[in-house]
C-alpha cells in the first residue's frame, strides 16, 4: 500500500490536483485557514490518471472486500469515480446524497440499494470524516451493511482518525498527506521550515493562522 500512495501522491500533484501554499494559505468553505487545497475532480480530465485511481481502487476493493456486492459514490465529488470503479468490477452502484431531496421521491440514497447488501463506499477527499461517515451511516440505516471506505486522499486529521474509530469504520485512502508533504519536500517544493508549519495545521486545523 506504501507504494501505491506514493505513486498516486505523485501523480495528483503532476496534475496540479494538490497545491501546497503554507506561506498564502487558502480559506476552506468551513472558514479554516489551510495551507493546502484538495481539487480531486481535476482527475476527471485526465483519462490516464483517472483510469489510475479506478484501477486502484479496484485493487483495494477486491482484496479487502471480495464479498462487497454495490460500490457506493459520496455526492457529488466521488459520483463519478464510484461509477468508474462499479463499472469496472461490473458491480452495482448507488450515490447518497449530502442531504434528501426537497421534490419527488425526496431520496437519499439514489439507485437500488436492498436490504443485507454488502457495500463499499467510495470517497473523494477525507478532512474530519463528519461528512463521510454520514454516507456510511445512511446506508446501513437503509438496510445495508457498509464494509468499508476508500477514498483518493486523507488529510489524517486526528480527528479523523478518532471518529472513524468510534464509527467502528475502516478507511483506505489512496494517498495520505504525510505522504504529500515527504515527496514535495523530496522535489523542493517546500522547505523543512514549512514542513514544521504544514504539520502543526494537520494537528489543530480548526485553529492553525489565527
Known sequence: ?????V???KLLLQINTIKV???????WA????????CDNRKILSYPDARNFI???????IREKYPQAEVIAGVATGAIAHGVLVADQMGLPFIYVRA???SHGLENLIEGDLKPGQKVVVVE???STGTSSLKVAEAINNFGGDVLGMVAIFSYNFPQARENFKKANLELTPLSRYQTLIELALEAGEITEEEVEKLMQWREDPANWGK
Do not use: C, H
Not at 1 to 5: F, G, K, L, P, S
Not at 21 to 27: A, E, I, M, R
Not at 54 to 60: E, Y
Open 1 to 5: 500500500m506504501e507504494t501505491t500512495q
Open 7 to 9: 505513486e498516486v501522491t
Open 21 to 27: 501554499q503554507p506561506s498564502n494559505p487558502f480559506t
Open 30 to 37: 468551513s472558514g479554516w485557514k489551510a495551507p493546502i487545497y
Open 54 to 60: 479506478r484501477d486502484q481502487f479496484v485493487k483495494v
Open 99 to 101: 442531504e434528501p431531496k
Open 124 to 126: 473523494d477527499l477525507v
